[in-house]
């Protein structure tokens, strides 16, 4: 059976989760509100820039272009974040103006759920009889 995971924006986070999931040959989900990756920085002002270095904020597996100023502006930043996305083919799998309404596990009953070793080691966290589902609004066709 094919495991799917669910992962809830694609900020910084959500992109590095994306990554990691795809690594260990499971199929990710990436619910996205908004149109485009980015995080909060979509929705700094043009004016922002880093305020730490770029050396102390970057991917460990993807450095930035040596031609950027030590203190990369807004867009900079959105243009590094698509560029990791786009290098490590992370955009297919980003599911775009999906706002996540709410997520629900559905399975066995709660004396039994209790009874289970959770993280035991096995990789596996929840027995297999149960199921996530994700309510998910899609805001492309609301406006």
Avoid at 90 to 109: A, Q, R, T, W
Wanted: hydrophobic share 35%.
């Amino acid at each position: 059976m094919e495991k799917k995971v669910g992962i809830i924006g694609a900020g910084i986070s959500g992109l590095l989760a994306n990554k990691y999931i795809l690594s260990k040959g499971y199929t990710p989900f990436v619910f996205e509100s908004r149109g485009s990756i980015g995080g909060v920085w979509t929705q700094t002002f043009k004016t922002t820039k880093l305020l730490s270095s770029r050396s102390l904020y970057q991917f460990s597996d993807f450095p930035w272009p040596s031609s950027l100023p030590d203190f990369p502006d807004h867009s900079q930043v959105l243009d590094y974040h698509l560029s990791y996305a786009t290098h490590f083919n992370l955009l297919p799998h980003i599911k775009f103006n999906s706002k996540v309404l709410g997520i629900k596990y559905e399975g066995p009953c709660d004396e039994e759920v209790q009874a289970w070793d959770l993280w035991s080691g096995t990789g596996e966290p929840f027995n297999s009889k149960g199921k996530w589902n994700i309510t998910v609004q899609d805001k492309k066709f609301l406006n």
